[in-house]
């Protein structure tokens, strides 16, 4: 398991209410997502059986979940969409499977909106792992953030995005 699952797994165990994760790029090139996307362009698709994609990001969130709490994903991004956003939105399925709410807000809508520099997880609204990226989508690392005036900024942020954003069964690419 790497240092970041490692943090991510400790960080949802200690939380009680709520895990949000704001992603804010258009593409992102990441270990084995990086491979299975270079697959799907080339005209792989996911099988719906989850006995053939179920890893334990995704057994992390249901269990999560289960003892109650709330998965919420919102995506920001630019219109017409990006090959590797068509990728996700294809895939967002799982997310759903394993217990998320996701949503998805056009950058358009989202111009008035202070939006932070970086991808990040707010968990129980007070603590922040931000995701780092090289310029090229490869993880930079993440860095956790106690401060609680930029938690209640995330908080807000998050949930500035979420009301303006379309749930995944409605939003259309």
């Known amino acids: ?99 998320e709410s996701v949503r998805w807000l056009s950058r358009r809508k989202a111009s008035d909106l202070a939006l932070p520099g970086n991808d990040f997880w707010l968990f129980d609204e007070h603590m922040i792992m931000w995701n780092h990226f090289t310029g090229e989508g490869g993880s930079a690392g993440p860095e956790l953030d106690e401060r609680p005036d930029v938690a209640r900024f995330c908080a807000s942020v998050f949930n500035a995005v979420w009301e303006r954003a379309t749930p995944h069964e409605d939003y259309r690419i």
């Open 1 to 99: 398991m790497s240092q970041t699952d490692l943090a991510f797994v400790e960080l949802l165990a200690n939380t009680r209410h709520s895990a949000v994760h704001l992603e804010l790029r258009d593409s992102y090139g990441i270990g084995e997502e990086a491979a299975e996307f270079n697959k799907w362009r080339d005209g792989w698709r996911p099988d719906l059986d989850p006995t053939t994609w179920w890893n334990d990001f995704h057994t992390w969130v249901r269990d999560a979940t289960t003892r109650g709490v709330a998965f919420r994903r919102a995506r920001v991004v630019s219109e017409p969409v990006s090959a590797y956003i068509r990728y996700e939105h294809g895939c967002t399925y799982q997310n759903i499977a394993a217990g």
